[in-house]
């Protein structure tokens, strides 16, 4: 059995070499063959030249480097699409997934799963951080018609007909967290803990990028938001129809009087924000059927090692 290792590298020179020495080392007495399939996500520093030694060294290590940064959804794409293993794991490159984990997925795959998830506990996260992603997985696992869990991230061993499975979605919006679970199969985890990011460099994570996720999450697998506007919609015109009737009823009663400026603004207001906030769902869905339509390529390929290609053009 061929054991394919998928690394997504950005800037990560200070890194590459441990993580390739531990997961070498770690697999060294098993009796998987291995290939590690390392992607150059358009890193500035020299992470493609430590890619090209380490090729060089052991040619197990083989090497993908695209034309510029196309973000990590991207780059595990190329990694499936050039991963020849039997199964394959994907694993981040700065030592926060812990090769040691390897072992434990091969054996559950061995035992007949097709995914093992590597979950990682929230053990030292700050307690902020932590209350909010609960509260978004409760969110998102509400709206969303795929399950997503906590702490279950891109770690994870894939055997070859769930790689085909994510391989034959070809969306260019890749949601890879909801896809994995989309993909079904069955599916065992492994919990380890929260380790913390080596080499310096800080995380490229910041708030916003993490709003634009969750947003991502939401939108990316259902139109929850658009049904929720026609509910929103319904209840509003039900609500000012009951208004009316009781206005008129009033005015027949009592006669017509002027005070209403504060409802009037109110009402003016809060439409107009309801309003404009529903367009930017329907915007958000159109501007998603806008990329899909251009049907571009998920990455470039700048350099892969000698005589290096896609197991299948897809
Ligand atoms: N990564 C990538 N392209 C990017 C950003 C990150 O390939 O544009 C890689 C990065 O090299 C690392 C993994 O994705 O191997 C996770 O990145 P990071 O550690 O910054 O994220 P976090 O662990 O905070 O989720
Ligand atoms: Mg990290």
Redesign the pocket.
Known sequence: MLLSVV????N?EDVLEELVRQVVETLADSDVDIELVLVD?GSRDDTVRLMREIHARDPRCRYISFSR?F??EA?MLAGLRYASGDAVVIM???L?HPPHLLIDMLRLHADGYDQVIARRTREGDAFGRTMISRLYYRLVNALVDVNMEDGAGDFRLLSRRAVDALLQMREYNRFSKGMFSWIGFPTATVDYDNVA?QGGGE???SFRRLLNYGIDGIMSFNNAPLRLAVYLGAAVTAASFVYVIVMVVLALAHGVSAPGYVTLIAAICGMGGLQLIFLGVIGEYVGRIYYETKRRPHFLVAETEPGGREVEKR
């Open positions: 690394v997504p590298c950005h990560e996500d940064n973000g990590k780059a981040d490159a700065d926060q990011r995380t490229k994570w």
